[in-house]
């Protein structure tokens, strides 16, 4: 079963506007993190957030976690069409393994 | 840099053929891991390992086996393919921020 659910599954938007992601999860974490996929690639990480911090920043992106939700957000803002790929977030429950959500689609128009 | 390497980056195996993945990484990172991705499924954790000699079995060991003799090295092999482990296979190292290999396509007739 996966620990993670991101949502929607796809999204589509225009250049220059925000994408957000959602991600809820099962167990108690340690921490979570995002990771983009390009298409036929591996995986790229993007921002880790630790169960004890409400919100953080990266460029462009802005992450948020609710514990209480159990749920994440990733928001990209002034999309570009090089933000095209797929969205997962990974959930680390301290088992020593990260557990995957099933990702969103992100296609940005140009 | 070379990060996570993986070969082969295609491989197509007849149902019952053993073949080992390889993947060997350049940071020294004592943990790495084996996953497996299917489409609409995210990615699913087979083995994993928190360094040489200790390996220890994910969500979906069934099928697989691996050894980590070194730390650079973490092999996974399939020890008689079945069309159910058709799927796209990545490695990866580090843990608070693992680094993930470019993906073996493996398809089994």
């Known amino acids: 079963s996966q620990q993670g659910e991101e949502d929607p599954q796809a999204l589509s938007i225009q250049e220059g506007e925000n994408a957000t992601m959602n991600c809820s999860y099962k167990?108690?974490?340690?921490?979570l993190q995002w990771y983009r996929q390009n298409s036929g690639r591996g995986l790229v990480h993007l921002i880790l957030?630790?169960?004890?911090?409400r919100e953080k920043h990266s460029g462009r992106l802005r992450v948020t976690l609710d514990t209480s939700k159990k749920s994440s957000s990733l928001l990209i803002t002034a999309s570009r069409a090089a933000d095209t790929a797929s969205y997962f977030c990974?959930?680390?429950?301290?088992?020593?393994?990260?557990?995957f959500g099933s990702g969103t689609r992100l296609q940005v128009q140009p | 840099n070379a990060g996570v390497t993986q070969t082969p980056k295609f491989q197509v195996l007849k149902t019952g053929q053993s073949m080992t993945l390889q993947c060997a990484q350049d940071?020294?990172?004592?943990?790495m891991s084996w996953y497996r991705q299917d489409p609409g499924m995210g990615l699913r954790l087979i083995h994993y390992?928190?360094?040489?000699?200790?390996?220890d079995q994910g969500e979906v060991p069934n099928g697989y086996n691996v050894s980590r003799s070194t730390t650079e090295d973490f092999p996974l092999r399939l020890l008689s393919a079945a069309p159910s482990q058709t799927s796209v296979y990545f490695c990866?190292?580090?843990?608070?921020?693992?680094?993930f290999g470019q993906g073996t396509r493996l398809t089994v007739v």
């Open positions: 990866a190292s580090g843990e608070f921020e693992a680094f």
């Open positions: 167990t108690s974490i340690n921490n």
């Open positions: 957030i630790r169960s004890n911090e």
């Open positions: 990974a959930s680390d429950t301290g088992r020593r393994a990260l557990t």
């Open positions: 940071m020294n990172h004592e943990y």
């Open positions: 390992s928190v360094g040489a000699g200790i390996t």
